[in-house]
């Protein structure tokens, strides 16, 4: 059973640049979540995503967007890169309560991530 | 907002002793999570704390959660050289549509020392 893969591995970009970082789920798994991991800090939300919709959103500007696919895989999308952004990007997926197969908490299964460093 | 703050922030121990890294949260929380870090990976989940009271233990590691004092522990019991990580709490917020996000803790980086 494949765990949540995510994908590149490391990424550099230069300020303005646009990237795209990209989460498969779990499987099974129908829901995605994305956090941001700056050096020497917790995990931050940036967004969370089922039925192909934006349904929660943390404290993150516009530049930041997603998608989620029919077969429940994300994107995760940075425009207009700022060094700040550089950080490590981590994709999550659980199961969603009211498909009626979660358990009574839906934990989070984090990917790999993705170490993204704007130069 | 949510404020999860863990303390110590930086812990050094010898190998063999105890010790145990604090968790206090802000708001009334559903659960409550405790996380591992290696250096450059990802978070490996070690503990999922639902109620209060709930005690968990898996080897030299034994968790806890008070939810009427918002306090979770961590206590690890002579402590290892492999223990060496950094430790997150994440506490679960409810969204509207009954979903989790998670807010994380400043983390505490264990080292164990020879």
């Known amino acids: 059973d494949a765990g949540v893969t995510q994908s590149p591995t490391h990424l550099i970009k230069t300020r303005g640049q646009q990237v795209t970082l990209r989460c498969s789920p779990k499987?099974?798994?129908?829901?995605v979540s994305w956090y941001q991991q700056a050096l020497g800090q917790g995990p931050q939300f940036i967004f969370q995503y089922y039925e192909e919709e934006e349904r929660q959103r943390g404290n993150f500007p516009d530049r930041f967007s997603g998608h989620q696919f029919p077969n429940y895989s994300s994107e995760l999308n940075v425009n207009a890169l700022l060094l700040g952004d550089s950080a490590l990007y981590l994709c999550?997926?659980?199961?969603?309560?009211?498909?009626?197969?979660?358990?009574?908490?839906?934990?989070?299964?984090f990917g790999p991530g993705t170490r993204l460093t704007v130069l | 907002e949510l404020k999860v703050e863990q303390n110590p922030l930086f812990l050094s121990m010898q190998e063999g002793k105890n010790y145990t890294i604090y968790c206090n949260y802000s708001t009334t929380s559903d659960r409550l999570y405790w996380y591992r870090q290696d250096p450059g990976k990802s978070l490996e989940s070690l503990f999922v704390l639902l109620s209060n009271g709930a005690v968990k233990q898996e080897g030299r590691l034994m968790a806890s959660l008070d939810t009427k004092a918002r306090l979770s522990t961590l206590h690890i019991t002579a402590a290892v050289h492999d223990l060496s990580a950094t430790y997150f709490c994440a506490v679960d917020i409810r969204g509207y549509f009954g979903n989790e996000k998670l807010t994380f803790g400043t983390g505490t980086r264990l080292t164990i020392i020879p």
């Open positions: 499987s099974g798994h129908d829901t």
């Open positions: 999550a997926s659980s199961l969603d309560r009211a498909s009626g197969r979660a358990s009574s908490y839906n934990e989070q299964f």
